[in-house]
């Protein structure tokens, strides 16, 4: 199984060909170009993928953005709109109900995707409740923060359980922090997963996970790395070098150190803003990027 942790499919799996110098069965992959971007799909369908992965079958979807970091023309409505895609196909075509949890502490800059985001979010069910004809060209989105338990003192997975037995949603979409294996990749990539989520591994305080087993309903789950382990750091680090370190006795010492550029809280708010919008694009279908500019602003 892996000692080099990283949340990302994509690089766990390419982790995995680099230790045993072949390819997993299970764990297919696939890459494609949308609208300039990037865009890589990892398959987990094999038990033994899973296991050796650490991560639950299902697609794993990663969008690099390479393109809207270097600020070309038009980037941010493309990037939004290919995450929307990518959304849209996860969640199998359905128009029903969406709820969006937004999952970290906007306390602490490098968890406070799932804040932000939810700040973004074009919110429309008690709009559709009170005036249906006026909104009915809109889809259905609520959303949650339902903070973190050493705040509220309840597991995130109970207060959400909570809120989908009573709102009833049609799916959920679950944002959080992610981490990667290499600084390269913090805040360049979004993940984009059909598999659930466990809030709070990001930044090394995993709880119970959201998924369909524990809910009921299909959980998307939306990530950004936003840290590095400083044990998985070190490790590659130390590998680029020609130098083998021991990573029980590494992670031993440096506990649960992770590590974060100094530009994330500017990283943070632009790149959860362009995951915002790319779920009101994939619920609030015919909409664009200009008109949730508008109903936002």
């Not at 023309?73 to 199998?92: H, T, W």
Request: aromatic share 4%.
């Amino acid at each position: 199984m892996l000692s080099r942790r990283s949340d990302l499919a994509a690089e766990a799996k390419r982790i995995w060909s680099e230790d045993n110098l072949a390819d997993l069965d299970g764990a297919g992959e696939s890459v494609e170009e949308r609208r300039g971007f990037q865009v890589t799909t990892v398959t987990i369908t094999g038990d033994r993928a899973a296991e050796e992965l650490c991560k639950p079958k299902g697609r794993y979807v990663t969008v690099e953005l390479g393109r809207f970091l270097r600020r070309e023309d038009d980037s941010f409505e493309a990037g939004a709109q290919v995450i929307a895609q990518v959304l849209a196909e996860l969640l199998g075509g359905q128009s029903g109900p969406v709820l969006v949890v937004g999952l970290g502490n906007p306390a602490i800059t490098p968890d406070a995707v799932g804040h932000l985001v939810v700040k973004d979010a074009l919110v429309t069910r008690h709009l559709r409740r009170q005036m249906p004809d006026a909104f009915a060209q809109f889809g259905d989105l609520a959303a949650l923060e339902p903070g973190v338990l050493g705040t509220t003192g309840v597991e995130s997975v109970d207060v959400v359980g909570a809120v989908v037995r009573e709102v009833r949603p049609a799916a959920l979409i679950a944002v959080d922090a992610l981490a990667s294996r290499s600084m390269e990749r913090v805040c360049r990539t979004v993940q984009i997963a059909d598999s659930g989520i466990v809030p709070g591994s990001g930044v090394g305080n995993a709880r119970g996970a959201l998924s369909k087993e524990t809910l009921g309903i299909p959980v998307i789950a939306l990530g950004v790395p936003t840290v590095v382990d400083a044990a998985t750091l070190t490790l590659d680090v130390a590998r680029d070098a020609g130098v083998e370190l021991d990573p029980e006795a590494l992670r031993s010492r440096s506990g649960s150190m992770i590590v974060t550029p100094r530009d994330i809280d500017s990283n943070v708010r632009t790149i959860s803003r362009l995951m915002a919008y790319g779920i009101n694009l994939a619920v609030h279908r015919g909409l664009t990027v200009r008109d949730v500019d508008m109903f936002l602003g």
